[in-house]
């Protein structure tokens, strides 16, 4: 069963800086693209970044493209999620999420998901 772990969040004043980890069991990063999204209350999934597991290209889409960068660290088994200049509108929780396929476009649905770990952008 593949499981992915998050971690790095918490509370955060504007302008600052995050570093999110996904980590990894029973899977391998050549093998999965690894995607990071976000929800707040109120609103809609939102996909943020993608790594593939093929050539390790990297996408980012949305609001945070240009402050939001994904990368991995293969002997580490896992993917971050570096997150700079963070406004309050960026408080959700992040997720991050495998498949054989980068999935952040709308209409699709990756494999596996983790459980999340929030992120607060507050004074």
């Known amino acids: 069963q593949v499981q992915l772990v998050e971690s790095g969040g918490g509370l955060v004043q504007p302008g600052g800086s995050l570093n999110l980890s996904c980590t990894g069991s029973?899977?391998?990063?050549?093998?999965?693209?690894i995607a990071w999204f976000r929800q707040a209350p109120g609103r809609e999934r939102e996909g943020l970044a993608c790594i593939s597991g093929a050539d390790g290209k990297t996408y980012g889409v949305g609001s945070t493209k240009g402050r939001f960068t994904i990368s991995r660290d293969n002997e580490k088994n896992t993917v971050y999620l570096q997150m700079n200049s963070l406004k309050p509108e960026d408080t959700a929780i992040y997720y991050c999420?495998?498949?054989?396929?980068?999935?952040?476009?709308?209409?699709?649905?990756?494999?596996?998901w983790g459980k999340g770990t929030l992120v607060t952008v507050s004074s």
């Open positions: 999420a495998a498949d054989p396929l980068c999935g952040i476009w709308p209409g699709y649905a990756m494999e596996y």
């Open positions: 029973n899977f391998k990063l050549d093998y999965y693209a």
